[in-house]
């Protein structure tokens, strides 16, 4: 759990892949519908907003019982309200849950300088790390810069509300789960904590 920009897909990546487990983030999922069903997902993206649960969990419950799923899954953006949150409660055993906390302020500052790799779809932050060597020139493949469709500032001011109404209330259900780790730290530092701090529980 974390607010727009607070490195919990970052984290989600590198953990699962640490502890080998499915790494299953909903926005990655919704990113790769094709068709009518795409275009219908991009328009509720950029504009900020959450997509409806009925979609959202149809979409969830196709991908979690997939076979990589058996060793257990990280999940990144999901559950994202209490709804959410309740019908996860009867699919799956939750272990534990991960609160990656950043300020409203380095959010936008995070997110209005993320770019990545229109090609190999490497990612980057003009104002944090990894930079560009190149203004909007990928280091990997010469491929060219871009950044998500929602993160605009109007975009970027809306799903940081959304996660203060919606999403931050789940915390409190799962209080005995919750593990918070300061996310204002480098990529490598707040990996070490999550790490330890799951190692303690
Ligand atoms: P993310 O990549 O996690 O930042 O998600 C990008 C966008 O996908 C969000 O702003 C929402 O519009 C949508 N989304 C991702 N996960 C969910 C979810 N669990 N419930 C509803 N909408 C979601």
Known sequence: MGIQGSGKGTQAKAI?????????????????????????????????????????????????????????????????????????????????????????????????????????????????????QQEQICDNCGGKLIQRADDTPNAIQKRINTYHEQTEPILEFYKEKLITTNGEKSIEIVKKNILNLLKKS
């Open 16 to 132: 699962a892949k640490k502890l080998e487990l499915a790494h299953i983030s909903t926005g990655d999922l919704f990113r790769g519908a094709t068709g009518k069903l795409r275009m219908k997902l991009k328009e509720i993206m950029d504009s900020g907003q959450l997509v409806p649960n009925e979609l959202t969990l149809e979409i969830l419950k196709k991908r979690i019982t997939q076979d990589d799923c058996k060793n257990g899954i990280i999940l990144d953006g999901f559950p994202r309200n209490l709804e959410q949150a309740k019908y996860l409660e009867k699919e799956i055993t939750i272990n534990k849950v991960v609160e990656i906390k950043i300020s409203d302020k380095e959010s936008i500052k995070r997110l209005s300088g993320r770019f990545s790799c229109q090609n190999c779809k490497k990612g980057y932050n003009i104002y944090t790390t990894p930079k560009p």
